[in-house]
């Protein structure tokens, strides 16, 4: 078939599909069908003319535009073949997966290279997938026509000019960040010129492992957002363009921007709505690396496998992992972090002391739910767990401990309760005591005074716990006070035990409060003590308090018969809930006003005579009762008169006022 009369050039990175739009305008046609309709006879043409493959339709179309086979196949996206497709051999042409994969057949252009250029074209890289930017001027590429708003068509007469007549040229594209056009430059240099990309893989393993993390990005929200505010990018609408701009960013990053990203990848909620294990943290990255790795491509397995090694927390990391199958047990050694079924095999301990002992902070570790089942997986610090074994090994026990301190077992586990004896660990069924906290009990007895002769109101400890153990006076009560200076104490002499600590009884009945409080910080204030202060100058009953617990204004814990409630929550309730008096003062009202606004349905007692039968006084919130002074009406406008009336307390001012 002989060429046209009429021919447009190809120009450098121009698409065959522009080609031809050209070559048609030239020769006066209306649509490029009419070129195409020539080729139709040698075989099939596509319907996205810049993936044709057919070898008859590619010879019969060069010879229309006066090309050479060759000469259509560069203008097509098959020239990237060899960059594209992942295989042992040359590849020739890009298959269909590698097609939808990376390229877009939906039409996108840069305005600005249209409106700079004198023979307006489309280039084949704006049609790449993992660049939907244009690298020259910075812009994002459009898909849609700013005058119609729809879709830009393939099958419009001339590349600048939508169907609809409207000039893409003259349309103002966003500027993007400098950093994403730089990130872009490097995905884009690799495909044309194949440079590398990542460190031992090559060009068509990078370009997958690029297309696996733009996945990956799209499936993690904070990661994303996170981009658009730090690249200032408002058009939320191009998410997928999003993803393509982070997959870049990480891998002209790489290594420390992959580690960037799976640190908050693998904490992204997933499978099952839990974030444990390999397969629900990493999705199937880990398994795309391997597979990379088993082809020859070592560059993402080794980076994986080096964040796995040494900042991953959440889960087991063992020769289960394909990842790890092939690789030396060395490797496994120099982790920094070990599953905490392995931490209980190092401890001889099981495994929910190991939990344990990462909850207290014994340990360093991280914990995490497995399933709804109360199981968790967890890592340990294998720091952590070294300065442990070797604190077990240079530890005191409990018999050994009693025996220093001179005082029985029961005294020295008490004394680990109240964590007087400090850094000490329960492991093996056996407390493991520090021989530095032990050290610093006998410091302070040597610092004491000495006393010279036994006076009448001077007791030892043990004397002055049976004494005054009803108050709360025991061992570990009297150690935090005189360490705290608060108790003052002597020694008797030469005395390097407890059990020569003399204290007075007349600096003891002193001390009496600070000994309740510490009491009620470790146990909480029963009820029958707390009925009696909750309230300064109006007590309350103990049946009332129990009212309260199973309504839910007061939390209290049991043991056995006995209901405690801590000091903590007792600071909450005094400043959440107030008695009526309390709110007279805050309203500058009479008791009767309150009541009055109460049948109004101003204000509301969570207990009292209108909600609780039986209830002698009546308890607001304190929220609801200064809610009063800014929203009632009434408060506002006779704010002196009120206050008069409260003054005197007068009745009639009262009712006036109300």
Not at 9 to 31: C, D, F, H, K, N
Not at 631 to 656: D, F, G, M, W, Y
């Amino acid at each position: 078939m002989s060429a046209l009369p009429a021919r447009a050039p190809p120009i450098e990175g121009e698409s065959l599909l522009s080609v031809v739009r050209r070559a048609a305008l030239t020769m006066g046609y209306e649509t490029t069908n009419q070129i195409i309709n020539l080729s139709r006879n040698a075989g099939a043409v596509p319907f996205w003319l810049n993936e044709l493959q057919t070898a008859t339709v590619c010879r019969r179309l060069a010879d229309l535009l006066g090309l050479t086979v060759s000469g259509v196949t560069q203008l097509t996206i098959h020239r990237y073949a060899q960059s594209l497709v992942l295989t042992d051999a040359a590849p020739l042409a890009c298959d269909n997966r590698t097609r939808l994969r990376y390229f877009n057949p939906q039409t996108r252009v840069c305005p600005q290279c249209l409106a700079e250029s004198s023979t307006p074209f489309e280039k084949l890289i704006w049609s790449f997938r993992p660049v939907p930017v244009c690298i020259h001027h910075g812009l994002l590429l459009i898909s849609r026509c700013p005058g119609c708003s729809r879709q830009i068509p393939n099958a419009r007469p001339q590349n600048a000019e939508c169907r609809c007549g409207h000039r893409l040229d003259r349309h103002c594209s966003e500027q993007l960040n400098s950093e994403i056009v730089r990130s872009m430059g490097v995905t884009t240099a690799a495909l044309e010129s194949g440079q590398q990309m990542i460190p031992d893989t090559s060009l068509p393993a990078a370009f997958f492992w690029l297309e696996r993390m733009a996945q990956a990005v799209g499936k993690c929200t904070d990661w994303k957002q996170r981009l658009r505010v730090a690249w200032n990018f408002n058009d939320d609408s191009n998410d997928e363009a999003v993803s393509w701009f982070a997959a870049a960013d990480i891998v002209a990053k790489w290594p420390e921007g992959l580690f960037e990203f799976l640190d908050v990848y693998v904490r992204d909620p997933k499978y099952r709505h839990t974030s444990t294990g390999l397969g629900r943290t990493l999705g199937r990255l880990h398994r795309h690396a391997s597979d990379l790795e088993a082809l020859g491509h070592d560059g993402p397995a080794c980076a994986m496998r080096t964040y796995l090694s040494g900042r991953y927390s959440a889960g087991h990391i063992n020769r289960k992992v394909c990842l790890f199958r092939e690789v030396t047990p060395q490797l496994m050694a120099t982790q920094d972090w070990m599953p905490k079924t392995l931490a209980a095999v190092e401890l001889q301990v099981s495994v929910a002391t190991v939990s344990r002992l990462v909850a207290d902070g014994v340990l360093n570790g991280e914990l995490h739910q497995a399933g709804h089942n109360g199981k968790s997986v967890g890592v340990v610090s294998r720091d952590s767990l070294i300065r442990l074994k070797q604190q077990l090994d240079s530890s005191m026990t409990l018999s050994e401990a009693a025996a220093r301190l001179g005082i029985d077992r029961h005294r020295v586990t008490e004394l680990l309760r109240a964590d007087v004896l400090k850094g000490a660990v329960h492991v093996k069924r056996s407390w493991h005591i520090p021989i530095d906290s032990i050290d610093d009990v006998l410091r302070l007895i040597s610092d004491l005074p000495p006393m010279q002769k036994t006076r009448l109101p001077f007791l030892t400890l043990r004397e002055a716990t049976r004494r005054f153990g009803k108050s709360g006076f025991t061992f570990a009560s009297a150690l935090t006070l005189i360490i705290n200076g608060v108790l003052p104490a002597k020694r008797t002499d030469n005395g390097d035990s407890l059990a020569s600590i003399m204290v007075n009884v007349n600096d003891i009945e002193r001390c009496r409060s600070k000994i309740e409080q510490i009491r009620d910080d470790r146990e909480g204030v029963p009820l029958n003590r707390l009925a009696k202060s909750l309230f300064p100058n109006r007590p309350t009953k103990e049946r009332v308090l129990k009212k309260w617990i199973q309504s839910g204004l007061l939390n209290a814990e049991r043991a056995g018969q006995t209901w405690s409630v801590s000091r903590a929550e007792v600071e909450r309730f005094r400043s959440t809930y107030c008695l009526a008096a309390e709110a007279c003062r805050i309203v500058a009202r009479h008791r009767r006003t309150l009541a009055t606004w109460e049948t109004a349905g101003h204000l509301a007692p969570v207990y009292g005579p209108r909600v609780t039968p039986g209830a002698g006084f009546t308890l607001y919130r304190r929220a609801d009762v200064e809610r009063l002074i800014e929203t009632l009406p009434v408060r506002r406008r006779c704010a002196t008169r009120s206050n008069q009336a409260a003054t005197s307390n007068s009745p009639r001012k009262e009712q006036a006022c109300t």
